[in-house]
């Protein structure tokens, strides 16, 4: 299976400001996905980014508040715009497993915001 | 109503005890039921899938569905402190031109030496 790296790994930022998560692949993926995780809540899909168009959101994230880029067919950053406290949570990458039900994830990316 | 629900726990057991995770879902529609395990600190892997109703076993873990009464369950038997993880539970259902998996809010599982 694919191995994913994010960084950071961690980070405390303000209130107000934006932070950048990477996603790196060591293969060519066509699709990458990017979610969230809060505490005692569901892994929340943001959106699937394929490469060469633009990010498909899900209901309840939007554009402006998650840019994502995905430049090349291994890499992919998502954006956390204007943080809130209600933004701490740990955000994850991931790209399709060997089956439409399975997903490869990283190792994420812990984020508080103060 | 969430579409799949699972007792966020926590739950600690003895080493060797059998241990019992439960979900349930809403949506007949569903085909693919899955179990995904997160070490802390990493993100979820998959640990097992069943497709349907029945029962799939992987060494000391056993994951059954029952879609009559829309409930999925995952044993451990034999557990381990290296289980000691959180276990999300997940289904998969394809619908229009997308297809999206639907986790659990994840159990922990502590397992005492």
């Known amino acids: 299976s694919a191995v994913i790296s994010q960084k950071p790994s961690r980070d405390i930022c303000q209130r107000g400001t934006s932070l950048t998560i990477q996603c790196q692949v060591d293969?060519?993926?066509?699709?990458m996905f990017w979610y969230r995780q809060q505490p005692g809540q569901s892994l929340t899909l943001i959106a699937t980014a394929n490469q060469g168009s633009e990010a498909t959101y899900e209901s309840g994230f939007v554009i402006d508040k998650f840019p994502i880029s995905r430049p090349n067919l291994t890499f992919s950053t998502l954006t956390v715009s204007n943080m809130s406290p209600e933004d701490s949570s740990i955000y994850l990458c991931?790209?399709?497993?060997?089956?439409?039900?399975?997903?490869?994830f990283g190792p994420g990316t812990r984020l508080t915001v103060t | 109503q969430k579409e799949v629900e699972q007792d966020p726990g926590p739950l600690s057991v003895p080493e060797g005890a059998i241990v019992s995770l439960n979900c349930t879902y809403s949506?007949?529609?569903?085909?693919?039921f899955m179990w995904y395990r997160q070490y802390s600190r990493k993100g979820p892997e998959l640990l097992m899938y069943t497709y349907s109703s029945g029962n799939k076993e992987d060494g000391r873990f056993t994951a059954q569905v029952d879609k009559s009464s829309k409930y999925i369950s995952l044993f451990i038997r034999d557990s381990q402190p290296s289980d000691s993880a959180t276990y999300l539970c997940a289904t998969w259902r394809s619908y229009s031109s997308a297809s999206k998996i639907i986790f659990g809010s994840g159990t922990r599982l502590s397992i005492r030496p």
């Open positions: 293969s060519q993926v066509t699709m």
């Open positions: 949506n007949s529609a569903f085909q693919y």
């Open positions: 991931s790209v399709p497993g060997q089956g439409a039900y399975e997903q490869c």
